[in-house]
């Protein structure tokens, strides 16, 4: 055989092998998460305070009136903190404003939404936070003379908002709901 041979016989065995399917580019994929549909329960206490929960929740109070909300199936924590108003107001609206806007390192935006709720006499702010910050939501409501609650999630996990981010959802539709049905007791 000659070189030429050779070289047709080597060009049409590479083009034989080299053919076969087109490469693709893999399409996106979305991460299936499925939560159960949320049923609420009232969680009441010995507290100047109640609200509605997740049932998939549980609650512990401490001795203060401050609360953990756990939910071991998304691996997070709520975080809520009582406190009495005695003369100090701007000072607690202030160290509450401080906690969220720590997050402004990591986060891509805080979105702040108020909430007012006259016939309960609670008034207060939402937070979502978004990007990766170690926590992704927060608030605080207070009636502005006696009552003040703060409330932040935390997972255990490394912040990584792509990977937690169908269950801070979930959890911001749960503390949001929580919020909006926090009740005070002793109403003077």
């Given at each position: 055989m000659t070189l030429r041979s050779h070289f047709y016989i080597l060009l049409c065995c590479t083009l034989f092998i080299?053919?076969?399917d087109d490469v693709l580019p893999k399409p996106e994929a979305f991460l299936s998460l499925t939560y159960p549909k949320p049923n609420y329960v009232t969680t009441t206490?010995?507290?100047?305070?109640?609200f509605e929960k997740n049932d998939i929740?549980?609650?512990y109070f401490k001795d203060d009136c401050s609360a953990t909300i756990n939910y071991p199936e998304l691996d997070g924590t709520l975080f809520l903190t009582y406190r009495k108003v005695d003369n100090n107001i701007n000072a607690l609206l202030r160290d509450a404003q401080k906690l969220t806007y720590?997050?402004?390192?990591?986060a891509d935006d805080i979105i702040e939404e108020k909430y007012i709720n006259k016939e309960q006499d609670v008034y207060g702010m939402f937070y979502d936070v978004r990007g990766n910050a170690a926590s992704q939501s927060q608030?605080?409501?207070?009636d502005s003379t006696q009552h003040f609650i703060?409330?932040?999630?935390?997972?255990n996990a490394k912040p990584n908002?792509?990977?937690i981010y169908p269950a801070a959802v979930y959890l911001k539709n749960d503390i949001r709901h929580l919020m909006e049905t926090i009740s005070?007791?002793?109403k003077d």
């Open positions: 080299s053919c076969g206490t010995d507290c100047d305070y109640s929740s549980t609650a720590e997050h402004v390192i990591k608030f605080y409501v207070t703060t409330g932040s999630i935390y997972f908002y792509d990977s005070w007791k002793n």
